[in-house]
């Protein structure tokens, strides 16, 4: 079978996956399994796959349709023009969540700044963060041992300069504080998780639950960044639901924070919520 008839054959097979994205799923298998990228792909599109290439797409095209998540099939993902490795146990990296750095960059540029990301996963923020503000001490904290393994492998892989911590936003104390801190947190409300797509599903729930109004990280990280973590000036980014930029203001409002900005992602639904204490 050739690229472009693959290619094809991806596409229609998708189309019968609830929740998949054809063109995009497929695009990105034709990639994976040749290790073509997207204009070489078009100049080759005459080109034979090998057997094993072959054997490839028809294993991750009956994985896909089993509901497992394409990102945990190649186990890594890009984000941020930087690959990271991800497989169950940890959070998928989301293109949404780009924006949330970027702003942070901005903030950060070349200052010397003491950064943390606060239930880090797969290090996705921190290391997006640490290889653009190389000046900034920039730490990952997470709970999940088997999110942790993953942040320490793309720690290694990227070899960026970021320091990983074992802990929990629940209990965690620092000797020094920190000047911004950053956070895609759990937040999702519990009763609402059991109606997920079954991909998410396929996520930790650890890494989805948010407590029954989806604010319980939100509420533990503005308080323990008012009473212990952060220092006077400092800033905190959050990302957030598409319906939660009220509830999170209003939680950073009543442990002090002020100058709250309210910044929406590329498809303009509110996404990132930034204040100074």
């Known amino acids: 079978m050739i690229i472009r008839k693959a290619y094809e054959y991806a596409k229609v097979y998708l189309k019968n996956i609830e929740n998949a994205e054809p063109v995009f799923e497929a695009k990105q ?28 797409l028809c294993d991750i095209l009956y994985r896909r349709k089993s509901g497992e998540p394409l990102q945990y099939i190649f186990g890594e993902w890009e984000f941020y023009g930087l690959n990271f490795k991800v497989g169950q146990g940890v959070l998928i990296p989301r293109a949404d969540t780009e924006i949330l750095c970027e702003k942070a960059i901005e903030h950060i540029a070349d ?12 290090g ?8 653009k503000c190389k000046n900034a001490s920039v730490f990952a904290l997470e709970k999940e041992t088997e999110a942790y393994k993953y942040l320490l492998e793309n720690i290694k892989n990227l070899n960026l ?33 059991p109606s ?5 599903l396929s996520e930790p729930k650890t890494a989805l639950d948010g407590g029954e109004d989806g604010l319980k990280f939100y509420k533990a990280i503005a308080a323990g960044a008012k009473e212990r973590w952060l220092n006077e000036n400092g800033k905190i980014f959050f990302e957030i639901g598409f319906d939660q930029a009220k509830d999170v203001s209003d939680v950073l409002k009543q442990n002090g924070f002020s100058n709250i900005k309210i910044i ?7 996404r990132v919520v930034e204040a100074t204490l």
């Open 264 to 270: 929406n992602d590329y498809n303009g639904l509110n």
């Open 111 to 122: 200052k010397p700044l003491r950064v943390i990301d606060l239930c880090s996963g797969s």
């Open 161 to 193: 300069n970021v320091t990983p911590v074992l802990d929990d936003v629940f209990s965690f104390k620092s000797e020094e504080k920190f000047d911004v801190i950053l956070s895609n947190p759990p937040y999702i409300k519990s009763n609402d998780i």
């Open 29 to 56: 298998i034709i990639m994976h399994i040749t290790g073509l990228n997207a204009s070489e792909i078009l100049s080759q599109y005459a080109n034979e796959l090998s057997e094993e290439q072959f054997d490839a």
């Open 124 to 131: 996705c923020i921190a290391l997006a963060v640490a290889s």
């Open 196 to 200: 997920l797509q079954k991909e998410v």
